[in-house]
């Protein structure tokens, strides 16, 4: 199994700050791109940040200057970074990964369960 996990998320007043974790497990070859995507109450699912094998990363215009994603790809591990926190960055976080599983063929798309961010006084 593939497994991706969340960690990091919790209640932080305006302009807090708070660090995401996700760690990739089980039966991995290969992870390309990683990346965080959020969703609010009453909102599709959106991207945030995403950062790709080549250390190339691309923000959502919402959060750039305030979000950074970075990796560790020795522990197929994905963090984002979240300065100045605001209201509207309220949403369930989810991790993403494009990756190859040992012994399958075409990349896959996984995801994490989600955790929960609210920015709120």
């Known amino acids: 199994q593939v497994q991706l996990v969340e960690s990091g998320g919790g209640l932080v007043q305006p302009g807090g700050s708070l660090r995401l974790s996700c760690a990739a497990s089980g039966s991995i070859f290969s992870i390309n791109a990683m990346g965080w995507y959020r969703q609010a109450p009453g909102k599709q699912r959106e991207l945030v940040a995403s950062i790709t094998s080549g250390s190339s990363t691309n923000y959502a215009d919402s959060v750039k200057g305030r979000f950074t994603i970075s990796r560790d790809n020795a522990k197929n591990t994905v963090y984002l970074q979240m300065n100045s926190l605001k209201p509207e960055d309220t949403a369930v976080y989810y991790c993403?990964?494009?990756?190859?599983?040992?012994?399958?063929?075409?990349?896959?798309?996984?995801w994490g369960q989600g955790t929960q961010v609210t920015v709120s006084s």
């Open positions: 993403n990964a494009n990756l190859w599983r040992l012994w399958g063929g075409a990349s896959e798309m996984y």
